[in-house]
Structure formats: C-alpha cells, structure tokens
Nanobody, 122 residues
Framework: QVQLVESGGGLVQAGGSLRLSCAAS????????MGWFRQAPGKEREFVAGMWWSGGSTYYADSVKGRFTISRDNAKNTVFLQMNSLKPEDTAVYYC???????????????WGQGTQVTVSS
C-alpha cells in the first residue's frame, strides 16, 4: 500500500525558510513523478513543484520559482521542498503527490499525503 507522509510544516515569519519532507513507502517510486501542491482556505489546490523520482529536470509554478527547490533522497525514499523567502501568500496546506505523469494537473496524480500546514506571518 502506497503511503506518502509529509512533515516539516509550521509557523514562520515572512522572509524565513522551511523544509518540507515527504516520506514515501509501499512500492518502488523510480518510475513515478512526484509533485508538491498547496491549498489555501477557499481556494483550489494548486501546483507548486514537480520532478521525476528518477531525476532529471525540475519544474515550478511561476509564483515560487527562484524561492522553492524540490529534491529527493533515494536512500531515504524521501522528497523535499525547500522553501526560502517565504511570503504570507505562501500560507496553505502543502501536499505531496505521486503519479505517472509529470504534470501540474492534480487530477493526474494517483497518491496523496495527508498534508502539512505552512503559515507565514507578516
């Protein structure tokens, strides 16, 4: 059974940093695309960052480009989202997802974590 478990969220001041982790288990993820999404209250879930688990290029939403970095540690079966220069508008629940398509469309992802709250104060 596939499990994705996010951690690392919290409260941070504007300009600060957080690193989110997504621990993956239940199968080999080498052929999966991994994505980070976020959802603020009253808004739709939106794409943040993505990559193939096997490596290669990464891709980002324009709103986070240059501030956020997605990466993975194969040995730990974990995907990370390093978030720097955080802004109040980054406040949301952040979700990790896995699927077979490298896409920003959340409907194309098959597995989701439970989410972790990130709150950025001004």
């Amino acid at each position: 059974q596939v499990q994705l478990v996010e951690s690392g969220g919290g409260l941070v001041q504007a300009g600060g940093s957080l690193r989110l982790s997504c621990a993956a288990s239940g199968r080999t993820f080498s052929s999966y695309a991994m994505g980070w999404f976020r959802q603020a209250p009253g808004k739709e879930r939106e794409f943040v960052a993505g990559m193939w688990w096997s490596g290669g290029s990464t891709y980002y939403a324009d709103s986070v480009k240059g501030r956020f970095t997605i990466s993975r540690d194969n040995a730990k079966n974990t995907v990370f989202l390093q978030m720097n220069s955080l802004k109040p508008e980054d406040t949301a629940v952040y979700y990790c997802a896995a699927g077979f398509h490298r896409t920003s469309d959340p409907k194309m992802y098959d597995y989701w974590g439970q989410g972790t709250q990130v709150t950025v104060s001004s």
